[in-house]
Structures are given as C-alpha cells and as structure tokens.
C-alpha cells in the first residue's frame, strides 16, 4: 500500500524559511517523480514543483527562484525547500505520486506565513 507522509509545516513570517517533507512507502520510490501542490481552502490544488525521476527539477512559475524541489531516495523522501515566503504561500501543500495511472496523495502539511 502506497503512503506518503508530510511534515515540517508551521507557523513562519513572511521572508522566512521551511523545509517540508514526504516520505514515501509502500513504493519504488526512485523511479517515480513526487511532486509537491498546494491547496487554500475551498480552492483546487495547485501545482508548486516536480522531481523527475532524473533529477530534473520542474517548478510553478510563482515559486522559481524562492522554493527548491529535491529527494534522497535512500529514505524515500522529497524535501521542499521554501524561502522568501509570503502571505500567498500559506495553505496546505500536499506531496504526490503516480504509479499506475494513480495518483496517491498524503494528508498535507499546512504552512502559515504571518507576521
């Protein structure tokens, strides 16, 4: 059975940093590529940044330059990287990953920039 797990949110002012992470299982989590979403309340998910099963980085235009995407695929782990945040950043962000046309989704983790 397929699981992701995310943590690291938090309380954080604006221009501040995160780190959030999701840890697979159930899964060969080295060829498949996570992605991270986000999703405001009432609102569609969406898409902040992907890791290619190559290492190759994909990003929302919102977040280029501020946020960075990477995995360790010893412990079956994607990190997001958040820098500069904002106001705009707040919601929930949620890890995915699809395998057989699937997607699995964790529970999210909920960020909150505040001052």
């Known amino acids: 059975q397929v699981q992701l797990v995310e943590s690291g949110g938090g309380l954080v002012q604006p221009g501040g940093s995160l780190r959030l992470s999701c840890e697979a299982s159930g899964i060969y989590f080295q060829i498949y590529g996570p992605a991270w979403y986000r999703q405001a309340p009432g609102k569609e998910r969406k898409f902040v940044a992907r890791?290619?099963?190559?290492?190759?980085?994909n990003y929302a235009d919102s977040v280029k330059g501020r946020f960075t995407i990477s995995r360790d695929n010893a412990r079956n782990t994607v990190y997001l990287d958040m820098t500069n945040l904002k106001p705009e950043n707040t919601p929930d962000y949620c890890c995915t990953i699809t395998t057989s046309g699937r997607p699995y989704w964790g529970q999210g983790t909920q960020v909150t920039v505040s001052s």
């Open positions: 890791m290619s099963n190559t290492d190759i980085p």
